[in-house]
Every structure is written in structure tokens, then in C-alpha cells.
């Protein structure tokens, strides 16, 4: 008998039930190819997990994560559940819950984008000639997202709110090896994101990295502040591999890196822990505006499924098929609404229809 290996799938708001059909259907599909044999189980979480129960992370979902061996999430929030306060909206009470509860501090954004697409990109052709293939490492666990104190204190004029940047050494460090680790295998060059010149985390921040390095000496380590960053990033995104951010500036810095690709409906990511446990999810939101229409582009969602076969199941050439499949149906010219741009043998299609077209595809 194949070893089990468990997928807990939570699909949640929004877009996040059909997009995540389709990365089923490509799990059903390639299935037979995978060494280990797989055991998927739906969970309710964000907020339609509010709606049913009353809060965005059940106690059931948060369990069957738990008995599983990765995490295959959509997206949570709408403005729905705005009304609430914010530890019990979708976001906070689900999405940051998981992310804290299972200590994945380490995110990765790839963003690269496809010739095909190229037009999507708000960057001149001149720039996007040069092309690029970013990884955004954001710490995901710690900074102002978590730090405390946070609150709101005080009424009327004298009201006041308040969060907290906190970074220790420890939790710099092991970002760092990440980065460091990552960028071995790449062009062996890291870009770390701060704001030295202004915050006593981001002095500690470039303290450390700049110690770490000492234990990496064939990657070249580059500082950068925040604000030339983003410029940078218009202006030659080609000169960054990996780019390493604290966690405020990663939520930045990698819807930046997506929107340049042409679509954030193309992009996945993937977290992790120290034992590599992982939860995949696109790097989009849950664009409600769009739901239950199938209009929405499943790429991400599917893409997200890639990265846990290559990351958690080790299977690469099987993680490669998918992806190529998509390339394939790009490059026949079928595209969702979001990725359609009128040239000629263009065709706009479903949400169920790209993930049925990406899933013939597989060979
Ligand atoms: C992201 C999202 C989340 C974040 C939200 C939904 C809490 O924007 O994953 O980038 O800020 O981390
Ligand atoms: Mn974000």
C-alpha cells in the first residue's frame, strides 16, 4: 500500500470555490502519477465559515489542517463581513490565525510572467524586454502584523490607534537562511527590503542579514529602502532575484511584483514552516466583485497546487507537467476575461473551461 498524503482544501470566500474546483479536477487527473496516494478533504473556513458557524477558523478546520500533511487554501474576505470587528473578519480570524497557529514564517511569491501575456504588464516593452523572475521571501509571522501592543485607546478627539513592529533576532535569522538558501540555487543575489535610515527594526534587520552572509559568501547580499524599491521595480525589475522583505513590506512588495507580471490571477505562493509543513494559496485576493460568475482565472489556484506537489510531495516532474499545460493553453490563445486583450487568436473562456482545457492538457 502507498503512503497516504493528506490535502486539506479550503476553498472559502469569493472566487475561492471555483477557481479551486478546477485545481481538483487537475489533482484528480494527475493523481495516477504521484508515487504517494492522495486523500483530500474540504474544509469550511473565512467568511463562509462565519456564516455557517460563527467563526472564520472552526475548530473541525483547523483540526483536519492540523491531520494533514499540506494545506491547499483560496482566498477568505468580502465586504460582507466588514461589519465585524477585525480579529473576526475572514482575514485576521482565519487566514492570519493559520499562518501564527502553524508558525509559517516563511513566504514565497514567485512572480514571473508569460511571453504570451506580456502585453498585460503596465511596464513599457522596452522594460519587459529585459524580462525577470522574481521570489519575494516575506516573513509572514512576525512585524507589525503580530507585534503587541495593538489597539485603539481614548475618545472623541483625544482616540488614538496603535500596532506594533517588533522583529527579533531569531526570527530574522531564520528568514534569512531561508533567502540565503533559496538564492544558492538561483542567481546567488539577494535584495533585502528595509527602512534603516528611519526604524530601529529595519537597523536590527540589516544588522543581521549582513551577519548571516558572512555564512553564505557566493551570494551577493544588497540592501535596499522601501521607497526605491517599488521605483526600482518599475524602472528595471530585471536586476532582482531574490527579493527579502519583513512582513509589511512583503505584502507590498509582492502585489507590486504580481502586477507587473500582467495578472495577480497568475500567481501562487507557498508557506511554510521549519518542517516545511505547507499551505499553498494564490497570491490574489478573493475578488468578490467577480464571484460565482465563472469569469474568474484559475491559473493562480492551479499554480498553487503545482507548488505543493513540487514543495510537499517532491514530485517536480509532475509539478513541471501543470505548468506546462498552462503554457500550452496560453499559448493557444484561450484566456479568462481578466487575461484577455483583443489581439488576434484570443478566446475568452470560463473559469471551467480553462481548468477542463489546462487538465486535458497534462500529458
Ligand atoms: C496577502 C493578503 C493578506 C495579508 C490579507 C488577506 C490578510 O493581502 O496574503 O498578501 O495582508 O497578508
Ligand atoms: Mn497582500
Redesign the pocket.
Same mark, same amino acid.
Given at each position: 500500500m502507498a503512503d497516504i498524503f493528506k490535502i486539506a482544501i479550503l476553498p472559502g470566500d469569493g472566487i475561492g470555490p471555483e477557481v479551486m474546483k478546477q485545481a481538483i479536477k487537475i489533482l484528480e487527473k494527475i493523481e495516477k502519477y504521484i508515487t504517494k496516494k492522495i486523500v483530500i478533504d474540504t474544509y469550511t473556513v473565512g467568511g463562509a465559515a462565519i456564516n455557517l458557524y460563527g467563526n472564520p477558523l472552526p475548530k473541525k478546520t483547523l483540526y483536519g489542517c492540523e491531520k494533514s500533511d499540506a494545506i491547499l487554501f483560496g482566498s477568505?474576505?468580502g465586504s460582507e463581513w466588514d461589519y465585524l470587528p477585525l480579529n473576526k473578519r475572514p482575514?485576521?480570524g482565519s &487566514? &492570519?490565525k493559520l499562518r501564527k497557529h502553524f508558525n509559517l514564517f516563511a513566504n514565497i511569491r514567485p512572480s514571473f510572467f508569460y511571453k504570451d501575456l506580456s502585453i498585460l504588464s503596465p511596464l513599457k516593452e522596452k522594460i519587459l524586454n529585459k524580462g525577470f523572475d522574481i521570489i519575494c521571501i516575506r516573513e509572514l509571522t512576525g512585524g507589525i502584523y503580530f507585534g503587541l501592543p495593538n489597539g485603539r485607546k481614548g475618545k472623541g478627539i483625544d482616540e488614538y490607534a496603535f500596532d506594533t513592529e517588533i522583529y527579533s533576532r531569531f526570527e530574522i535569522e531564520r528568514i534569512a537562511h531561508i533567502a540565503f538558501n533559496i538564492a544558492l540555487k538561483r542567481k546567488k543575489k539577494i535584495c533585502s527590503i528595509d527602512k534603516a535610515n528611519v526604524l530601529n527594526t529595519s537597523i536590527l534587520w540589516r544588522e543581521v542579514l549582513t551577519d548571516i552572509s558572512k555564512q553564505y559568501i557566493s551570494v551577493k547580499l544588497e540592501h535596499m529602502y522601501i521607497d526605491n524599491a517599488v521605483m526600482q521595480l518599475m524602472k528595471n525589475p530585471s536586476q532582482f532575484d531574490v527579493i527579502l522583505c519583513s512582513n509589511l513590506f512583503g @505584502?507590498i512588495i =509582492? @502585489?507590486q511584483c504580481a502586477m507587473i507580471s500582467g495578472s495577480v490571477g497568475n500567481l501562487p505562493s507557498a508557506s511554510f514552516n521549519q518542517n516545511y509543513f505547507g499551505l499553498y494559496e494564490p =497570491?490574489g485576493?478573493s475578488a468578490p466583485n467577480i464571484a460565482g460568475k465563472n469569469i474568474a482565472n484559475p491559473i493562480a489556484q492551479i499554480l498553487s497546487l503545482a507548488m505543493l506537489i513540487e514543495y510537499s510531495l517532491k514530485e517536480r516532474n509532475i509539478s513541471q507537467k501543470i505548468k506546462n499545460a498552462i503554457q500550452k493553453i496560453l499559448n493557444l490563445g484561450y484566456r479568462t476575461k481578466d487575461l484577455f486583450t483583443n489581439s488576434k487568436n484570443e478566446k475568452i473562456i470560463t473559469t471551467d473551461d480553462m481548468g477542463t482545457l489546462i487538465m486535458e492538457s497534462i500529458i
Open positions: 477568505v474576505g482575514e485576521k &487566514l &492570519l @505584502d =509582492s @502585489d =497570491s485576493g
